[in-house]
């Protein structure tokens, strides 16, 4: 196994850390780190329910973390890792941010904008990260389904779902 595809699963690992962090309060389990010169610079967890925030997506919460940290808005030396396929407000923050990669784990074929449903970093912008899927792809696409049954199973037994972490 390359050193690249160990990396790759070690720093997915942690974006499915944060992920289950985000499912167990209620969020969609989408989880995401920034990472440059083998140093996490930017985390993030989905808390759009939590925040009130439609903006609250894992990988914009990681984008924005990184730049603040890194003193800048350009992540070009920067690898972002997430557990789901960006939609298209993510993609586009990809985009903006000049990421120069883009690891994912488990595909979204009603959202995802990197390949499934349309690959916006294909068009001709003028930026176009590397793309690659798959990673621990089994291990994100359960805790989605997982999460997504058990939110079924509350709905239908008319049960709320976790109350949000005390601030």
């Known amino acids: ?3 690249e595809i160990r990396d790759d699963n070690y720093y997915m690992g942690l974006a499915l850390a944060l992920a289950r962090r985000a499912g167990a309060i209620g969020e969609v389990p989408v989880g ?3 990472v440059r010169d083998g140093e996490v610079v930017g985390r993030g967890l989905n808390l759009r329910e939590c925040g009130k925030n439609a903006l ?3 990988e914009i919460m990681a984008i924005n973390d990184a730049c603040r ?3 800048g808005w350009r992540l070009w030396q920067c690898t972002l890792y997430v557990t789901l396929e960006p939609c298209p407000m993510c993609t586009g923050a990809i985009l903006n941010s000049r990421l120069a990669r883009v690891v994912f784990g488990a595909k979204d074929p009603r959202a995802g904008c990197c390949g499934s449903l349309i690959d ?3 068009l001709p912008f ?4 590397e793309l690659v899927s798959g990673v621990r792809e089994a291990e994100c696409a359960a805790l989605l ?6 939110l079924r199973a509350r709905r239908k037994k008319k049960i709320p779902p976790p109350a949000p972490p005390a601030k």
């Open 145 to 150: 389904r997982g999460f997504f049954a058990r």
């Open 126 to 129: 003028n930026h176009h990260p």
């Open 56 to 58: 609250a997506h894992a």
């Open 69 to 71: 940290r890194l003193g």
């Open 32 to 34: 995401a780190v920034v």
């Open 120 to 122: 916006l970093p294909a």
């Open 1 to 3: 196994m390359s050193e």
